[in-house]
């Protein structure tokens, strides 16, 4: 087991540096408590580069991502960008195409302490467990564009193999699960839908220990909120993961609880960042939620730094204190960013509630 790492942390926009600022706190006390060595380089990404490098993202921070272990990111983003000739999120576009992160992981988990936050009834919400396989790197957003006053175009492109690569992820990850992948396209209106659909298909033929089940895109978005339960690993292209992972944030009560994985090859740095974005407005007030981000820390030293240890203490932190009603307004409650964060750091550094 490796015991030393390099992060990149790329706090970015709005809320972004506040939830950064918390999880590294929490990383640093699991990797003491572990005798794992964290070294940090903080670069600037989103409007904030824009302002201060003149573009989303300089080549000397792409550099930076390549190099490192790991990427850590808050959120780009902000209204005063609106309109702009270049924006803040073509910052996080180039990052991900760059680091050719092309699986997207978004679990999505209802935690027992946590059922009351949530929208939906309790019963509906009780047990859901669900991870969200989003390819990133590929469809409308990355296609060509035209854009004008009077007619604009994104254009949507899957290929074979980028399908391929993705459900691979999506199967293999549904092996070490329930082993259900539910395949989400709009395969009756779109050709790329149909691709999709026939591609995950012959993937599928290579884990015939897995289940598969397409559902098209609108139904997927019923059937999340009517019986979420029925998901597993839920398999999808770049556009649709996106709306329905913001759709099943409301599952577990808020987007600042939906932590998230970039994978590309094996090897390759990682990014990881909350599913949430910037949140202008609740920026700086010390409101925003810091769990998203705590908890995409663990998924870095699950998935990339390989200290699946130090990714369940960091995650045992998380249950007790959400257990112990450390909660920030959205999730019902009245705790500072700060508080919940300190919380945290003292479960973990007290290895409390870790098996
Ligand atoms: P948002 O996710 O920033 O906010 C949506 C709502 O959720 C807001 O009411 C916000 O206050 C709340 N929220 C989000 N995160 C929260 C947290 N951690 N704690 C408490 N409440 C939280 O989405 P938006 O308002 O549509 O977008 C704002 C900006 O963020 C836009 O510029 C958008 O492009 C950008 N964005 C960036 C990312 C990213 O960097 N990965 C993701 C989504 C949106
Ligand atoms: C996300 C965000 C980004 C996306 C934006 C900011 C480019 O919404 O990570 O979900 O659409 O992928
Ligand atoms: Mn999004």
């Known amino acids: 087991m490796r015991d030393s790492f390099d992060i990149l942390l ?29 070294s940090y380089e903080e670069r600037k990404i989103g409007g904030v580069a824009i302002r201060e490098e003149g573009e989303p993202v300089s080549e000397t921070t792409l550099e930076a991502a390549s190099a490192s272990d790991s990427v850590l990111l808050g959120a780009v983003g902000h209204p005063d960008f609106d309109g702009g ?68 175009s994104d254009l949507s492109v899957y290929t074979r193999d980028e399908v391929v690569r993705v459900a691979r992820v999506a199967f293999e990850a549904a092996k070490r699960r329930k082993r259900r992948v539910t395949s989400v396209d709009k395969a009756n209106v779109m050709a790329t839908g149909r691709l999709w659909r026939s591609v995950v298909s012959e993937v599928a033929e290579e884990y015939p220990e897995v289940e598969l089940e397409h559902v098209l895109v609108d139904a997927a978005a019923m059937f999340l909120i ?30 600042g ?11 390759e740095p990682g990014i990881f960042e909350p599913v949430h974005g910037s949140a202008p407005d609740i920026a700086g007030q010390g409101k925003a939620n810091p769990y998203a981000t705590i908890l995409s820390t663990a998924m870095m030293f699950r998935h990339t730094l390989g200290r699946p240890d130090v990714a369940e203490a ?25 508080e919940v964060t300190k919380a945290v750091s003292r479960w973990v550094a ?3 509630g870790v098996a």
């Open 314 to 338: 960091i995650e045992q932190g998380v249950s007790v204190a959400l257990e112990a009603h450390f909660l920030t307004p959205d999730i019902g409650g009245t705790k500072t960013t700060e």
């Open 10 to 38: 790329l706090p970015g926009d709005g809320i972004g540096p506040e939830v950064v600022d918390a999880a590294r706190e929490v990383m640093d006390v699991a990797a003491e408590h572990y005798g794992v060595k964290l």
């Open 257 to 267: 609880m939906l932590p998230s994985a970039s994978l590309g090859a094996p090897g």
């Open 85 to 152: 000739a270049v924006r803040p999120e073509a910052g996080l576009l180039k990052l991900r195409k760059h680091l050719g992160a092309f699986a997207n992981l978004r679990p999505v988990v209802a935690l027992p302490s946590l059922l009351s936050a949530s929208t939906l009834k309790r019963e509906v919400v009780e047990g859901v467990d669900i991870l969200i396989i989003r390819e990133l790197t590929g469809g409308a957003y990355f296609g060509e564009k035209e854009e004008g006053t009077e007619r604009a």
């Open 350 to 352: 007290a290895g409390e």
């Open 226 to 255: 009517r019986d979420p339960r029925r998901f597993d690993v839920l398999l999808t292209e770049n556009l649709f993961g996106d709306i329905l992972s913001d759709e099943a944030a409301m599952l577990p009560g808020s987007m």
